[in-house]
Nanobody, 133 residues
Framework: VQAVESGGGLVRPGGSRTLSCQVS????????VSWFRQTPGKEREGIAC????????YYADFVKGRWMISRDNPNDAVELRMADLSPQDTAVYYC???????????????????????????WGQGTQVTVSS
């Protein structure tokens, strides 16, 4: 299983950016992609997740209504569309793919387990997003 992020770069404050997570090597019919971010000296922070199966989503409170996660099932990819970016959003953004679940994937997503770094599966290498004027 492999996850590869793309789409990072420099963004002006107030601007938008779309990140993509390309998933490969998965044979399971249901998997969940989670997005996280991390800044130096801080723990990795969960942003949003989506199930490839039924499209169930979960968002962290700080992004609700501002950012959106979406599936591109034919291409095995997941996008994170970020709007109204501020310098505080500067971070390395990671996606993670989870294919094995301790209980129902739907419940796993609904409970927000998909945003706990210790519970997700394979991580990507990260992509840097810098918000600056």
């Amino acid at each position: 299983v492999q996850a590869v992020e793309s789409g990072g770069g420099l963004v002006r404050p107030g601007g938008s950016r779309t990140l993509s997570c390309q998933v490969s090597g998965v044979s399971h019919p249901v998997w969940v992609v989670s997005w996280f971010r991390q800044t130096p000296g801080k723990e990795r922070e969960g942003i949003a997740c989506v199930s490839r199966g039924d499209g169930a989503e979960y968002y962290a409170d700080f992004v609700k209504g501002r950012w959106m996660i979406s599936r591109d099932n034919p291409n095995d990819a997941v996008e994170l569309r970020m709007a109204d970016l501020s310098p505080q959003d500067t971070a390395v953004y990671y996606c993670a793919v989870t294919t094995q679940f301790s209980f129902s994937p739907n419940v796993w997503v609904a409970w927000g387990s998909c945003l706990r770094p210790a519970e997700v599966g394979t991580w990507g290498q990260g992509t840097q997003v810098t918000v600056s004027s």
